[in-house]
Structures are given as structure tokens and as C-alpha cells.
T-cell receptor, first 116, second 112 residues
């Protein structure tokens, strides 16, 4: 079965702290795609990153970084020097490759609150 | 500006009154999809479309219809809405299935 688990329901940090959001996925496919989305209080879903299963290279984009480890089926997201504007719900998601229907399988989300 | 638009953004309606939520994208994407978001149940796919005239059911298609007559548009039709369809609905599109999906702003639907 394909599944995404975000064990952290809520995280609260003080501004400028670093924070890591965990994501563990399950799939039997060798080809799959992983994503992170951000849902700020305004409600829209904002795409952050896509990774395919053959590319384990970590990625950094400004204060955001992602650590993809196939050995542990994890795709963790770190925000460095967090800011109040980072407060949002963050979703990790998976699209499995076999019979690819494009369906995003979402985790339950992690609510991040960054306090000033 | 590349975007996915949805209308209406908010809608309150009564049981049984047919409604359509429109979705349009200007990125020439092949793939489009509808999701609903509910507390405790998360985001679930309703229907998807790989290309024009090609649509298929997602995980929760009951009570919904879709059509894809043009590449840019993918309306969601509720023929006879019921209170359990009260939800936040998102339309999304991507170049192809498996690529990153870009979401519309969402439509908050309340059925009384």
C-alpha cells in the first residue's frame, strides 16, 4: 500500500530557530515522486519541491532544505532560521509510478507555528 | 501569470440544487485533478483527467461528475448536492501525471 506519514501533528518554535518536519513514505514501486506543499492560513496549497525516486541528492533553496533517504523511506524538510511567515500547515505527498494516475497521496500534515 | 483559477471561491447552497465549480488553467497542462479537503480526512482525490476527453475516478467520486472538453477547463459538477459534500475543494493541474501539481485557490462549499 502507498502511504505517507507525518508523525508530527503540530510543532511550535520561536523565530530564528531551525525546525525539521518529518515525512516517511511507503510504496512498493521503484519509480515514485515525492512532494512538499505549504498551506498558509489563507488556505491555498503552494508547491515547494518535487523529487523523483532516482534522485537522492539533497536540495537547498534559500532557508529551505530537503533530505531524501531511500534507505529509511524518508523525505524530511528543514527550515533554517524560521520566520513568522513560515507558519502554515505543511504536507508531504507521494505519487507512485506504476499505473501512474497522478494521484497525490498526502500525509496528514504538520502544523508549524513560528512565534515572534 | 501562470495560474489555476476556480469559481466560485465560496458557495452556500441547499440540498439537491445542482451546481458547478469551474476550474481553468493557462499553462497548457495535460493533467488536471480535483481534490477535497476535510478535517480529519485530509486531502483526497475526487476525479482526474489525463487529457482532453479522458477522465477517471479518484478515491471519492460518488456524487460528482466531471468533463474535459477543452484542455484548459475541468469543471466539477454536483448534480444533487448533499450535506456530506460540504468541504473545501481544490482543482490542480500539472504538465503530465507525476509532475508537480499547481493548485487553484480553493472553493469552500457548504450544503445545508
Amino acid at each position: 500500500a502507498q502511504k505517507v506519514t507525518q508523525a508530527q501533528t503540530e510543532i511550535s518554535v520561536v523565530e530564528k530557530e531551525d525546525v525539521t518536519l518529518d515525512c516517511v513514505y511507503e510504496t512498493r514501486d521503484t519509480t515514485y515522486y515525492l512532494f512538499w506543499y505549504k498551506q498558509p492560513p489563507s488556505g491555498e496549497l503552494v508547491f515547494l519541491i518535487r523529487r523523483n525516486s532516482f534522485d537522492e541528492q539533497n536540495e537547498i533553496s534559500g532557508r529551505y532544505s530537503w533530505n531524501f533517504q531511500k534507505s529509511t523511506s524518508s523525505f524530511n524538510f528543514t527550515i533554517t532560521a524560521s520566520q513568522v511567515v513560515d507558519s502554515a500547515v505543511y504536507f508531504c505527498a507521494l505519487i507512485h509510478g506504476s499505473g501512474n494516475t497522478g494521484k497525490l497521496i498526502f500525509g496528514q500534515g504538520t502544523t508549524l507555528q513560528v512565534k515572534p | 501569470e501562470a495560474q489555476v483559477t476556480q469559481n466560485p471561491r465560496y458557495l452556500i447552497t441547499v440540498t439537491g440544487k445542482k451546481l458547478t465549480v469551474t476550474c481553468s488553467q493557462n499553462m497548457n497542462h495535460e493533467y488536471m485533478s480535483w481534490y477535497r479537503q476535510d478535517p480529519g480526512l485530509g486531502l483526497r482525490q475526487i476525479y482526474y483527467s489525463m487529457n482532453v476527453e479522458v477522465t477517471d475516478k479518484g478515491d471519492v467520486p460518488e456524487g460528482y461528475k466531471v468533463s474535459r472538453k477543452e484542455k484548459r477547463n475541468f469543471p466539477l459538477i454536483l448534480e444533487s448536492p448533499s450535506p456530506n459534500q460540504t468541504s473545501l475543494y481544490f482543482c490542480a493541474s500539472s504538465l503530465f501525471a507525476g509532475n508537480e501539481q499547481y493548485f487553484g485557490p480553493g472553493t469552500r462549499l457548504t450544503v445545508t
